[in-house]
Structure formats: C-alpha cells, structure tokens
C-alpha cells in the first residue's frame, strides 16, 4: 500500500469536543512520520492507545497508526488499524479503500475484495472520473484478475484509461496513466504518467530526502550534461539503460548516473556514454545542466505504443554467450524485497518450485537472490550487480518472478522465464509478450493469483523444450 506523506483527514464526519487535542496528537505523528523519525513517535502513540485515551475515539489516529505501521511492512498491524476506522465511520468509502489495500498488501484477497465492494457500492453515484471511484475501479481490475476474471478486470482498467481529458482533475491523471499504460503503452499514457512527480506522495517524500537532483528538466536536444537519476528500484534503473546511448547522443555529452552503487559496474559497463557515477543523494556536478528521472524517459523520446519501445542495449563486457556444455545449470529468483505491498502477489511458494526443480532430469540450480535458499540451490555470494551479472554468464537459462534479476538477465541475453503478478503490472501489460525484452524473455502468466504450480509446469515444459534445441 502506498501512504500519504502528508497530513491528510479523512472528511466528513462529527467534530466532538475532545477533537482538537485528538489532532494535536495526529500532527504530531504525521509531523514525525513525515521527518524521517517514526521511531519518536512510538511514546505518542502508546499514549493515545490507553483506554481511556479520547484519541482512539478519532479516525484520524488509526489512520496515521496504520500508515506508521506501513512504513515498517508492519501489514498485519495496519490492517487492523483500518477495521478500526471502519468500526468508528462505517459508510466512508476511502476508509474502505485503504482497507482494501492493506488486505491486499497482506494477501488476503478476500477481504480485500469485500472492503473494495463496498466501496464501490458507496461511490455508486459518483461519476467515473471521481478520485475514490478511480482509485476503487483500479482495485476491482487488479482483483478480477487476480481471481482469475481477466474479461471484467479488463473492462475495469478500460473504464479507467478511456476518461476524456476534459473530465480528469489533476489528482487523477497520475491514475489514468496508470491504467492507460497497463493496457496501451500510448503518447497519452505516458504523458499522465509525468503527473506522479507532483502528486504521488512517494515523491514528494523523495524530494523532501534530496532524491530529487533540483535540476532544470531535460529535453531531447537540449545540449550538456544530464545526471538520469533512478527514481524507483533496481530494475527500472536496468531497464533504462537503453535510454543512456540517446540522451548521450541527443545533449552532446556522457550522461550523470545518480543510482544505488551496487548497480555503478553495471552502468559504467554501458560505455563511453556514461560519465560520474553518483549516489542516490548525492549533489550532481556543478557542471550537470538539467536532470531526468529515469521513467520519463519513454515520454521525452516519444513512445506512443507497445511497439514503439526502443530495444535493449547490452553492456558487451557481460553479454550472454552460449556455454555448450553437456550440463545444464539455470538461475532462480522466486521471491523479491519482503516489504513491498505485492510481494503476496509478485514472491512465489518455494514448496511450488521444488515440484518444478524435480521435473527435470538433471540441473544445477543456482540461486539468484540473496540469502537463504533451499538445500536444493546453490547459494547465491554477491556484492553488486555486475558480479550478479559474471555469475549469469555461467547459465543457461534463467527463471523468475517479476525482481531486478528478470530484467537483468533478459538485458543480458540471458534466455529468461518470468511468472509476472497475477494483477498487472504496467511493464508486462495484461496479455501477450514482454515488449520491454523482445523473444528473448517469456513471459508466462497465472490464471489466478493462488495458481503457481500450473504457472511452474508450463515454465518447466518451456524450458525442457528450449534446452532440447540447443
């Protein structure tokens, strides 16, 4: 789930007396939330919970707790803080939205689908280009799909891409794009999804953190050094690489990387139109000119559709090559970071991969993500992404669910299998190929959100057949 950084209230309900020292209390939190130091808050917050507390009387308490709790992966916890709201003001259909997505932050896709209901059914009158009635049109499309309905979560998305310019405020652009991307990639698209700089609360937290460069911003033929700069995880950073050689090109100079430095080998990899390589805060060179945040890339070089996408850009030093040797060794990720809202959706059961590992004659499997794995794989010891990289060079195929490692490998040349999240996400779209990669990475989907062994049975047969034409 995604929480405001801002002081947010929910409306509309009765001001008793004991309210103004209640939002005393909920600044205070939002305040410390806000700064960095959720950690202070933990006295305030007990305090509020005695029962005798007047402040667990108000909404606004449970909703600044279940964003604290959010921000630790503390899902369980914030989901409980949302039923209190409900409990307090139950005919307020953003209570329920935010309800719906703790649930599904925490995979209970039941709940969650209850909660989005009725939120629906709250926002009945409202016309399809209302906030709330966006935000829950959006849950119901990822829900069917996740309950295995692709026609209905199709028809929702469509409802939500096709809004009229005219009627969209400017609060809800950012969620149209959302939706128009997943389905058409398209100008327009693209050009919404430019909104989220200024109204997704992600960012605005970012720039309060220095992620943002302050630069002027970029634009094709503008001439002088651009720091591109990584605006969201590791594998949205891999997957602009393409864009490195035309900005390059297009402002007349080697291009400013501001990422995380265990993705540096990888992007100095790419060449001579790369120059410094800076850390996610890190102050840009008094020389730098303008900035661009990694994901406007697509809308300054004017993507308009699915096969409008530029292709990858291998840095040569670890491009895939056959092996050729008589065994067979294939690469696995089947989980990405625990704190991410999707991971219920997106991470895979590893009982569900030994089934498929056991299919096969004879492989070594490597792992392809940090930590612990089963007795079964072969550990994975890295420190970046380019000895990540060298270790995928050593393969024959890769699979994955939707992580960084899927768009490194397929970057590479790596022959890549990836089961993307059940509900759809705008880099792999509803149906079809992966455009962002070309045949070289299959993309193998879920009927529903639970079907991972039907998933992994179809990857396995593809791979047997790959590897027998080799």
């Not at 003001?89 to 997505?101: D, R, S, T, V």
């Not at 935000?135 to 996740?146: F, K, S």
């Not at 569900?352 to 994975?380: H, I, K």
Request: charged share 25%; proline share 9%.
């Amino acid at each position: 789930m995604t929480a405001p950084r801002e002081t947010e209230a929910l409306p509309a309900w009765e001001s008793p007396a004991w309210a103004a020292v209640s939002a005393d209390t909920v600044t205070d939190i939002f305040r410390l939330r806000n700064e960095g130091r959720q950690m202070e808050t933990i006295p305030i917050i007990q305090e509020a919970l005695k029962e005798d507390s007047p402040t667990r009387k108000d909404p606004n308490f449970w909703r600044a707790l279940a964003f604290i709790h959010a921000d630790s992966q503390g899902f369980e916890e914030s989901k409980r803080a949302f039923w209190e709201i409900i409990k307090l003001i139950p005919n307020h259909p953003l209570a329920y939205l935010e309800l719906c997505q703790a649930c599904m932050a925490c995979g209970d896709w039941d709940d969650a689908k209850m909660a989005n209901d009725q939120a629906l059914d709250l926002l009945a009158h409202e016309p399809i280009h209302h906030h709330e009635k966006i935000q829950a049109t959006m849950n119901a499309a990822t829900l069917a799909y996740r309950f295995g309905k692709p026609t209905p979560g199709r028809a929702y998305f469509a409802s939500v891409a096709d809004i009229p310019m005219e009627q969209m405020h400017d609060d809800v652009r950012f969620a149209v794009g959302m939706a128009r991307l997943t389905l058409y990639h398209d100008r327009r698209a693209w050009a919404l999804h430019e909104r989220r700089l200024d109204t997704v609360a992600l960012y605005k937290w970012s720039r309060d953190r220095g992620e943002e460069p302050g630069l002027p911003r970029w634009t094709v033929g503008k001439p002088g050094p651009v720091v591109f700069w990584q605006e969201q995880g590791a594998g949205d950073l891999i997957m602009a690489l393409r864009y490195l050689p035309l900005i390059a090109e297009s402002s007349g100079a080697p291009v400013i990387v501001r990422c995380d430095p265990p993705l540096w080998p990888i992007v100095r990899a790419m060449g001579p139109c790369v120059g410094a390589l800076l850390g996610r805060t890190d102050v840009p060179p008094s020389h730098a000119v303008a900035d661009l945040p990694i994901l406007s890339a697509p809308y300054e070089f004017g993507m308009d559709g699915w096969d409008d996408i530029p292709p990858p850009v291998t840095p040569e030093r670890y491009r895939w090559a056959p092996r050729r040797q008589p065994d067979v060794r294939i690469g696995i990720a089947w989980s990405g970071a625990k704190g991410h809202p999707g991971d219920k959706d997106r991470s895979a059961p590893v009982a569900s991969l030994e089934e498929m590992a056991r299919s096969f004659p004879s492989v070594t499997w490597q792992s392809l993500q940090p930590g612990e794995c089963p007795d079964w794989m072969t550990r994975m010891v890295v420190a970046n992404y380019g000895q990540t990289a060298e270790l995928m060079q050593t393969l024959d195929a890769v699979i994955t669910v939707d992580t960084s490692v899927v768009h490194l490998a397929a970057t590479l040349g790596v022959p890549t299998w990836v089961v993307p999240p059940s509900g759809p996400e705008w880099r792999w779209g509803v149906s079809g190929p992966a455009r962002w990669y070309g045949k070289n990475l299959r993309v193998v989907r879920r009927t529903d959100v639970r079907a991972w062994r039907g998933a992994w049975q179809r990857v396995a047969a593809s791979v047997m057949a790959y590897l027998e034409t080799e």
